[in-house]
């Protein structure tokens, strides 16, 4: 079982920048891809980032790509989402999220990774 805690959300200006954490505990962090999606009210769950068990392989939506920089920490049991310029379409709840299996390629499929955070709030005004 791992637990997952994103911290770092928060209300931004467009353009502004914010940082996402999630810190892993439970199991052994080098056995998990790590990935990053965002859900709007209403709609359904988009991905927006992963990194392979060594950070080695990465992913971006398009939609983010250029603006966001996905990293891990494996001493510290930790990923991150530093997000830049960021627009009021990047308002969502952002979900941290763990795939067991240290593959080259992280999974970009939600229902592919096994155990998600609660989620923090991110808001972006224009």
């Known amino acids: 079982q791992v637990q997952l805690v994103e911290s770092g959300g928060g209300l931004v200006q467009a353009g502004g920048s914010l940082r996402l954490s999630c810190t892993a505990s439970g199991r052994t962090f080098t056995e998990y891809a790590m990935g990053w999606f965002r859900q709007e009210p209403g709609r359904e769950r988009e991905f927006v980032s992963a990194?392979?068990?060594?950070?080695?392989?990465?992913y971006y939506a398009d939609s983010v790509k250029g603006r966001f920089t996905i990293s891990r920490d494996n001493s510290k049991d930790t990923v991150w989402l530093q997000m830049d310029s960021l627009k009021p379409e990047d308002t969502a709840v952002y979900y941290c999220?763990?795939?067991?299996?240290?593959?080259?390629?992280?999974?970009?499929?939600?229902?592919?990774?096994?155990?998600w955070g609660q989620g923090t709030q991110v808001t972006v005004s224009s």
């Open positions: 999220a763990a795939d067991y299996g240290r593959r080259r390629d992280p999974p970009i499929k939600g229902d592919e990774y096994d155990y």
């Open positions: 990194l392979n068990w060594s950070g080695g392989t990465k």
